[in-house]
């Protein structure tokens, strides 16, 4: 087995191989909030790592083409926000105070549950950067110095949360402005969560990745100073 | 017009990610020269944020577009090898199964909730405010906007 794994294009093979596979399972089944790609190949990807022994270190090797693009792919977020802003800046002042209330529940909410039920601080600041879209939830984990694959695990449970049951539990609410639909799952499920509501209209689409990119700002700069407090 | 026909011969997926590793430089060079506590990477995206905003330098933006654009079509492919790493700690995961599932299910729903009633009620008042000000309903402008 580790003569397989050794073979220095096993990993990027084995990570793009099965990324395929999911995305094609995804569309097959009609797009199943619950399949999402991304958590479809991590499970995959982690279960032969698993089965075969193959040392993480050793992965984390094979895949750097990919952790290198991480880096532009972040820069690239400005785009979209770029492409959307002009929507929002005209409502600035219901986007801010949308942005500064949100961000105070969803930070009192993690902080309140893991401080009451005894979890651990290493946890604890794992669980902060989870409404953050990845790219920079990983870099606000890095600064805490919490797990990153915790982190970035953690915020895949959100986004997978926002597509599955994001729309359905704004409308049992009664929240049917689309401007509105579109950032409060911009801004708790990040790019996983956008993709469901572009489904939903473009507006709402357009709205939920400009969310993402404006509260992953928010974040970077609140967060460190959370985590000194609490942690 | 003569700067853009010549960028124009340049392959473009190449020219818009050297753009981007360009702004991601410059945030990290920025990040450890003030010692700032923002991480580079997203000194990176600020920048082309304002580069996308002042007018002489909306051009570099638009040529950045055929590399992001992939690259944030399959973002999440590049967060599975960070992801991977849970292997590592799946006894840590199983051990505070209890306290991550009400924080991240209970912050999740109460922020969606919260975020999209306030947000709705707050542009609700902004809508019918402009309305009683100016004639024609600056609500659906506004909506005809965002899908471009």
Redesign the interface.
């Known amino acids: 087995m580790s003569a397989l794994y050794e073979l220095p294009v096993f990993g990027l093979s084995l990570t793009l191989a099965t990324y395929l596979c999911s995305l094609w399972l995804y569309q097959r089944l009609g797009r199943p909030g619950l399949l999402s790609p991304v958590l479809v190949t991590v499970i995959g990807v982690a279960a032969v790592l698993q089965l075969t022994g193959m040392p993480y270190d050793l992965y984390m090797q094979q895949v750097a083409l990919l952790t290198l693009l991480l880096g532009p792919a972040t820069v690239a977020l400005a785009l979209p926000l770029l492409r959307n802003g002009h929507a929002l800046a005209s409502s600035a002042p219901a986007v801010v105070a949308t942005l500064v209330v949100g961000g105070a529940v969803s930070i009192s909410v993690t902080v309140g549950a893991m401080v009451a039920l005894g979890a651990d601080d290493a946890m604890l600041r794992a669980a902060l950067p989870r409404s953050v879209t990845s790219p920079v939830g990983l870099s606000i984990a890095d600064a805490l110095g919490a797990s990153v694959p915790m982190a970035v695990v953690l915020t895949l449970i959100s986004g997978v949360l926002g597509a599955v049951v994001g729309p359905a539990l704004l409308s049992l609410v009664r929240v049917r402005d689309e401007r509105a639909r579109g950032f409060a799952v911009g801004m708790t499920s990040h790019g996983i969560g956008t993709s469901r509501v572009l489904g939903e209209s473009t507006v709402s689409g357009g709205w939920s990745s400009a969310a993402m990119v404006l509260n992953a700002l928010v974040m970077t700069v609140t967060l460190p100073a959370v985590a000194q407090l609490v942690a | 017009m003569g700067r853009m026909s010549r960028a124009a011969l340049l392959p473009p997926v190449l020219l818009g990610?050297v753009i981007?590793?360009l702004?991601?430089m410059v945030?990290l060079a920025l990040e450890t020269l003030l010692g700032l506590?923002?991480?580079g990477?997203?000194l990176?995206?600020?920048?082309?944020?304002v580069l996308?905003?002042l007018r002489p330098t909306r051009a570099v933006?638009r040529l950045?577009?055929p590399?992001?654009?992939p690259?944030?079509q399959h973002?999440?492919?590049?967060?599975?090898?960070?992801?991977?790493?849970?292997?590592?700690?799946l006894q840590?995961?199983a051990e505070?199964a209890?306290?991550?599932a009400?924080?991240?299910?209970?912050?999740?729903?109460?922020?969606?909730?919260?975020?999209?009633?306030?947000?709705?009620a707050?542009?609700?008042r902004?809508d019918r405010r402009r309305s009683a000000a100016d004639g024609p309903a600056p609500g659906d402008a506004?909506?005809g906007?965002?899908?471009v």
Request: without cysteine; negative net charge.
């Open positions: 990610l981007l590793l702004a991601q945030g506590p923002i991480p990477v997203v990176g995206l600020v920048l082309i944020v996308g905003l933006v950045a577009d590399a992001a654009t690259l944030l973002l999440q492919l590049l967060f599975v090898p960070p992801g991977v790493g849970i292997v590592l700690e840590n995961l505070n209890l306290p991550i009400l924080a991240v299910g209970g912050s999740f729903v109460l922020t969606l909730i919260v975020a999209g009633l306030l947000l709705q707050l542009l609700r902004q506004e909506t906007e965002a899908t």
